[in-house]
């Protein structure tokens, strides 16, 4: 046995007698126990992470039930793994040491919609997408859109999720005002209110936000909600280089209005969308591209701006700036953009990072990762949200023998995330770090830090039940 394997912390296997317990508390039906549907349960869609099976599955229908699952299995030391919509890209929500996966799929429902407070209370299962289209009927929404809509609202608060309208909304937690959640020894808490303005003792809203479900299971959300924008546009725009099109980013961020996004990508990713979506994109022959998204009361107002914005790219070496063609064009442009993710993952074997830098250095720290491509013969595809500095990195597979890519790779990536600290940046922009970047967090990572979030992790779950193996050891 390797030391690191002698100084994994003990668990208690689940045994018949726990299944029976866990059922009389969450509800027989609420329970899966056959080997065959614990696969789907074992992984997120994070690519290269090998499935880990959990012991059971509890689907508890209210808060009440996990209040008394958390407190059984902290008694009995039993790991528990909250699970949303699986969408993760960082390993959360794997159950690495085994025991209960918690998935919350039946705690979906859109609780309220309080116009007078522009809030929305939700159940954490609710999907993002579901969420979205209840509110834009009553002409509300909730800013934050993820390429993933069927990850939910509990999911996006542990991983403080981000999405492409982050420049001008910022991310999910910028957004929670409140929560109702259960710690690791069963007590329910609830943080926050439908008000804006709170400097009542330490933020717990704020520290559950981002913490994976290693520090305590949500159980309700209360969000921020604004008004629908009239109108939305996109801009789409053709550079000669990548470098133009990243260094053109801060003088379009100092234009008046913000952008809702500014997402920037190479001409190989619209390449490998074509070929998922088989739908042609424009402009093809281009190295780069910018793609600015703004949200305004009247197209005469989104017109002007994009007007100063073209003004500022073409001064950058930008050949064009093109408004989609109407309605079908732009819904095609950003499916495609969307569509990045899934479009990489059949295209070849792939990683993805989602380093962030300061804005200011992303056109620095791109051309730096560039130069790594040839040190290790694997290509790396780039893309993302320029305007926020969070940059999706994809080393990918082409031809390379399997087990010499993997090894290569993890090379790679620690030179890819020493060039992000060298930047002034974090090793994850909106992922969280899971399983998948704990290595690199904890080797980058301030160390006084480190100790302080230990010691908040041993505050809040001194068994060490709460999503065990994920962000540190
Ligand atoms: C195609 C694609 C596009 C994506 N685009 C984006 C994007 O634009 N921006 C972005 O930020 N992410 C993106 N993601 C990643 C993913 O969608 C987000 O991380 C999302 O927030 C995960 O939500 P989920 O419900 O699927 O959570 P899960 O994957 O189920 O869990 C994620 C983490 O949250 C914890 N957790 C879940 N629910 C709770 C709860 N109620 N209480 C406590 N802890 C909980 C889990 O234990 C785990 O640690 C994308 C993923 C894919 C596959």
Not at 6 to 28: F, M, N, Q, T, W
Request: aromatic share 6%.
């Amino acid at each position: 046995m390797s030391p690191e394997k002698k100084k994994l912390r003990r668990y208690h296997k689940v045994k018949s007698e726990d299944v029976a317990a866990l059922a009389a508390i969450a509800g027989r039906q609420n329970i899966v126990v056959a080997p065959e549907k614990l696969l789907d349960y074992g992984r997120d869609e994070t690519p290269l992470l090998e499935p880990v099976l959990p012991e059971i599955v509890i689907k508890p229908q209210n808060t009440r039930a996990i209040s008394a699952l958390l407190k059984y299995a902290d008694d009995k030391r039993i790991p528990v793994t909250t699970r949303g919509g699986g969408t993760g890209l960082s390993g959360g929500c794997v159950p690495l040491r085994g025991g209960i996966v918690l998935s919350l799929e039946k705690m979906d429902r859109l609780l309220e919609i309080d116009h007078d407070n522009f809030a929305a209370v939700a159940q954490p299962g609710l999907q993002l997408g579901s969420l979205r289209d209840s509110l834009e009927a009553v002409g509300l929404s909730y800013p934050v859109a993820l390429g993933e809509m069927t990850a939910t609202v509990g999911g996006s608060v542990a991983t403080n999720a981000g999405g492409m309208n982050a420049v001008k909304y910022g991310v999910t937690r910028h957004h929670v005002l409140g929560l109702e959640a259960v710690l690791a020894n069963g007590e329910i808490i609830r943080t926050g209110g439908k008000f804006v303005k709170c400097s009542s003792g330490y933020d717990l809203t704020q520290l559950l936000a981002g913490s994976e479900g290693t520090l305590a299971v949500i159980t309700e959300v209360t969000l921020k909600l604004q008004i629908k924008p009239a109108c939305r546009e996109a801009l789409f725009i053709p550079f000669h280089n990548l470098q133009q099109a990243i260094e053109s980013v801060p003088e379009i961020l100092m234009l008046g209005r913000v952008p809702v996004g500014l997402e920037f990508m190479e001409e190989s990713i619209l390449q490998i969308a074509e070929g998922y979506t088989g739908k042609k994109l424009p402009y093809r022959s281009f190295e780069a591209f910018l793609l600015v998204l703004a949200e305004a009361d009247s197209q005469d107002e989104i017109a002007d701006y994009f007007c100063e914005v073209e003004a500022v790219v073409r001064k950058h070496g930008a050949a064009d700036a093109l408004v989609p063609p109407g309605r079908l064009a732009m819904k095609k442009l950003l499916e495609a953009r969307e569509g990045f993710y899934h479009a990489i993952k059949k295209f070849a074997p792939m990683q993805i990072l989602d380093a962030v830098v300061p804005r200011s250095e992303i056109a620095r720290f791109v051309a730096d990762v560039k130069k790594l491509e040839p040190k290790y013969g694997i290509p790396v595809v780039v893309y993302g949200h320029a305007g926020d500095g969070n940059v999706h990195l994809h080393p990918i597979n082409r031809g390379m023998p399997y087990a010499t890519w993997k090894r290569k790779l993890v090379s790679l990536m620690k030179d890819i995330y020493e060039l992000c600290d060298s930047y002034g940046g974090a090793v994850s922009g909106e992922h969280g770090i899971g399983i998948d970047k704990k290595e690199f967090f904890n080797s980058t990572g301030d160390k006084a830090v480190l100790k302080t979030l230990k010691n908040i992790k041993a505050a809040l779950d001194p068994h060490y039940v709460l999503n065990p193996g994920k962000i540190f050891d």
